[in-house]
T-cell receptor, first 113, second 115 residues
Framework: DQQVKQNSPSLSVQEGRISILNCDYTNSMFDYFLWYKKYPAEGPTFLISISSIKDKNEDGRFTVFLNKSAKHLSLHIVPSQPGDSAVYFCAASPNNAGNMLTFGGGTRLMVKP | KAGVTQTPRYLIKTRGQQVTLSCSPISGHRSVSWYQQTPGQGLQFLFEYFSETQRNKGNFPGRFSGRQFSNSRSEMNVSTLELGDSALYLC??????????????FGEGSRLTVL
């Protein structure tokens, strides 16, 4: 039973355009939602997060949107750059165990020059 | 500031053996979590240690265990290895003051191959 799902295993975008990565979850106990980026042969790197009390959080080129009623979040990257090419993981944590992350399966983003 | 350090980076074991993996967190970080990454199951939470106590545990059999030392360094052990234990084992640390929010710093992982 996958509690966090990323339905698109891969996404290809032209440099300068917007990248939109999507994530769905089922567990209503999740309190924090995060995005991690992973390059080959490296551990995941924290990118951006959002609390369940918010619906948007922005950090430079990265914006995360949360739709609690739909149990859906998305990561927008504008403008996309070739260095953004990586695997992006959506993750969620419950309100009483913040470091116990449940990860989605990941989306491989390829930004073409 | 040094990052999370995991040793060994690569190791090969045979079925039935046991393995111990080590993790040194970022200086000052008190929480250490372990995750298993496999192609089939993705990234799965194993356990979290804070102040030498296991604080959270994932859904893994008792063959998987861990501990944390007073200097926050952590080890995880897998006994009676099975082929399915072949995976990348990732350690992550966080300062863990009030209000953990899942912002973890990951090491590069220890890749275990079980033959």
């Amino acid at each position: 039973d996958q509690q966090v799902k990323q339905n698109s295993p891969s996404l290809s975008v032209q440099e300068g355009r917007i990248s939109i990565l999507n994530c769905d979850y089922t567990n209503s106990m999740f309190d924090y939602f995060l995005w991690y980026k992973k390059y080959p042969a490296e551990g995941p790197t924290f990118l951006i997060s959002i609390s369940s009390i918010k619906d948007k959080n922005e950090d430079g080129r990265f914006t995360v949107f949360l739709n609690k009623s739909a149990k859906h979040l998305s990561l927008h990257i504008v403008p996309s750059q070739p260095g953004d090419s990586a695997v992006y993981f959506c993750a969620a944590s419950p309100n009483n165990a913040g470091n116990m992350l449940t990860f989605g399966g990941g989306t491989r983003l390829m930004v073409k020059p | 500031k040094a990052g999370v350090t995991q040793t060994p980076r690569y190791l090969i074991k045979t079925r039935g053996q046991q393995v111990t993996l080590s993790c040194s967190p970022i200086s000052g970080h008190r929480s250490v979590s372990w995750y298993q990454q496999t192609p089939g199951q993705g990234l799965q939470f194993l356990f979290e240690y804070f102040s030498e106590t296991q604080r959270n545990k994932g859904n893994f059999p008792g063959r998987f265990s861990g501990r944390q030392f007073s200097n926050s360094r952590s080890e995880m052990n897998v006994s009676t290895l099975e082929l399915g234990d072949s995976a990348l084992y990732l350690c992550a640390s966080s300062f863990s003051g009030t209000g953990d929010t899942g912002e973890l710093f990951f090491g590069e992982g220890s890749r275990l191959t079980v033959l």
